[in-house]
């Protein structure tokens, strides 16, 4: 199958999940229409403290933020975010971010740009890494303010004026892409400009752009997907130094991740689980995790067990690419008695000591090593470095 059709596929199944998750909204939803006034709310802020409407009376204007760490649309948006806030120091103006996404309802299919979640604890982690200079507050609990506003996805945008009417709804800007070049339209920010200039807001309601809200109602969604793939079925190959040579010259538009471990090595066995993860929640972007064992060839059923019972089936499009390479599988045994000769090609500066982990580029260079358990979060950071957190423009 070409990269075509593969990605017409991807595509589909995104906005297959996004009409299910707009059917399973509460049954009262609507969006805010001009005019309408602000719904109350009282969220609890990374900051520690609990926010309300009240805690903004001073200001003139009061943009509501929905964004999401999840999403590459939000993530895209939020340097250009950031410049207004701080272009609008000094004025009557604040902007609050809240996350209206149930973190239960967010696949791991879904995470494919994020390094996080969308729990509360991840946004912390998030807004500080990203140096929020707004307000960001939690309303994956109730999920009442999502849809007392009528969120309809991240990032969605709400101005309200002096008497918290609604005087523009809709996206922040018109652009998917992080780079500031590629904004043809930045209708809610001229409407700030606008109203604190006394003029009509020149386009009152636009269609927001990005993920669709994660309402607790999916999360059943994600439950099943998961005890499915738990049932994949895996295989396993041996593997000679010949062949670990050539899965580290790549030769594929894919990042590979190669971990070398064994059954019988507890940090193995206690990091696995991070690495599957890591493997669903890139499993459609240009990745792969692959694993080779260092157990005795003749265990090759017990190392087949393992596997198995840690869902570390390949995804469906990392299947086809190592299909369309002639290969079967990317869980392999290593068959040679020699472990340092499979170290010497894998990876030359390493102790040749278990668990031992590398991301190849495409063109087989080392990006990232670790020896002895991965830390998840600084391993996405070495992923994403490559592959990027936003949408790109060709």
């Known amino acids: 199958m070409n990269s075509t059709k593969i990605a017409v596929l991807t595509l589909l199944v995104i906005l297959s999940l996004s009409i299910v998750s707009t059917e399973l909204r509460s ?9 309408d006034v602000m719904p109350d709310f009282s969220l609890p802020g990374i900051d520690g403290k609990t926010h309300t409407p009240a805690d903004y009376r ?31 120091k000094g004025k009557s103006f604040v902007l609050v971010a809240i996350n209206p996404n149930h973190p239960d309802a967010v696949g791991i299919e879904e995470m494919g740009y994020a390094k996080y979640g969308d729990s509360f604890e991840d946004m912390k982690k998030h807004a500080a890494e990203q140096q929020f200079n707004f307000p960001y507050l939690y309303d994956g609990e109730t999920q009442a303010t999502a849809n007392a506003f009528g969120c309809l996805a991240t990032p969605h ?19 998917r892409f992080a780079d500031p070049v590629t904004v043809t339209s930045t209708d809610a920010q001229n409407a700030v400009v606008a109203i604190l200039a006394g003029k009509p807001v020149p386009v009152e309601v ?21 005890e499915k793939w738990a049932h994949e079925p ?13 899965l580290c010259k790549n030769g594929t538009p894919k990042l590979r991740l190669i971990n070398v471990w064994a059954t019988t090595c507890v940090p193995c066995v206690i990091e696995f689980p991070e690495l599957v993860k890591i493997s669903r929640q890139f499993g459609n972007r ?25 869902g570390v089936a390949m995804p469906a499009r990392v299947k086809r690419s190592v299909s369309d390479e002639g290969r079967q599988t990317n869980n392999y045994i290593f068959s040679g008695a020699n472990m340092t000769k499979l170290f010497d090609v894998l990876d030359p500066e390493s102790p040749a000591v278990l668990p031992h ?9 080392i990006l990232w090593r670790h020896n002895g358990m991965v830390d998840g979060d600084q391993l996405r950071d070495a992923i994403l470095e490559s592959l990027g957190r936003f949408y790109q423009p060709e």
């Open 58 to 88: 001073d200001s003139q204007l009061l943009m509501i933020a929905f964004l999401a760490n999840h999403c590459p649309d939000s993530q895209a948006a939020e340097g250009r975010i950031k410049k207004f806030v701080e272009q609008m």
């Open 27 to 35: 049954a009262d939803f609507h969006t805010l229409k001009i005019g």
């Open 286 to 310: 240009s990745f792969e995790l692959i694993t080779i064992s260092a157990d005795n060839p003749d265990d090759a059923d017990r190392v087949k067990t393992f596997l198995e019972k840690r």
């Open 357 to 365: 982990t590398v991301l190849l580029s495409p063109e087989g260079k």
């Open 157 to 175: 945008v709400f101005l309200f004026d002096r008497d918290r009417k609604l005087r523009y709804q809709g996206a922040f800007d018109d652009s």
């Open 206 to 226: 636009t269609k927001p752009h990005g993920c669709s809200t994660k309402w607790i109602s999916k999360k059943q969604q994600v439950v099943d997907r998961n």
């Open 234 to 246: 895996v295989s396993v190959e041996m593997i000679d130094v010949a062949g670990v040579a050539a």
